[in-house]
């Protein structure tokens, strides 16, 4: 089951995790790397017969965050990873970067994080625009990167995380 179907959640952005699928994590793994960052619970987890992830979703009621966490590869990721290296400019990047945007030609596979906010009884259509601190969303797109040794991207400003 997504967050999306959930009428307790919005969807509020993605992150993606880009890597090499020889590095394509266990769901133990992933939810080790999570508990890193802050206390998720994870609500249904879908692995392939060897363990590795296929998706997880997480739930953190202190934050009032979930993340749907989806694994995508072959074309699928071949055409995002090959859009990307065409969107994100060497003259764009932060000092030290480079060595992320060198990755990119080696990444075949991919993690969707799906973020998404808790709506609590105080919430109206008005609080659309109301801003949602992405800290949960940062801490877990780093960590992810870390454990598959892949580069973690906003895809919507092109920029690495």
């Known amino acids: 089951m997504s967050l999306f179907g959930d009428p307790l959640f919005r969807w509020r952005e993605t992150f993606l995790v880009l ?6 994590p266990t769901v133990e793994a992933v939810e080790k790397a999570l508990a890193r960052v802050g206390k998720f619970d994870s609500e249904q987890t879908n692995e392939s017969v060897d363990g590795l992830i296929e998706s997880l979703t997480v739930t953190n009621s202190i934050d009032c965050v979930g993340l749907d966490i989806v694994f995508v590869d072959g074309e699928e990721a071949a055409e995002q990873i090959e859009e990307l290296q065409t969107d994100i400019s060497p003259d764009d990047l932060l000092p030290g970067q480079e060595e992320m945007l060198d990755k990119l030609p080696l990444c075949n596979a991919r993690l969707d994080l799906l973020h998404f906010e808790q709506l609590t009884a105080s919430f109206s259509e008005d609080d659309d625009e109301e801003f949602l601190d992405p800290g949960s969303l940062l801490g877990v797109a780093e ?16 920029t690495f995380v």
Do not use: C, I, Y
């Open 19 to 24: 890597f090499e699928e020889s590095n394509r």
């Open 143 to 158: 960590s992810l990167a870390q454990l598959v040794n892949g580069v973690a991207v906003d895809p919507g400003s092109g």
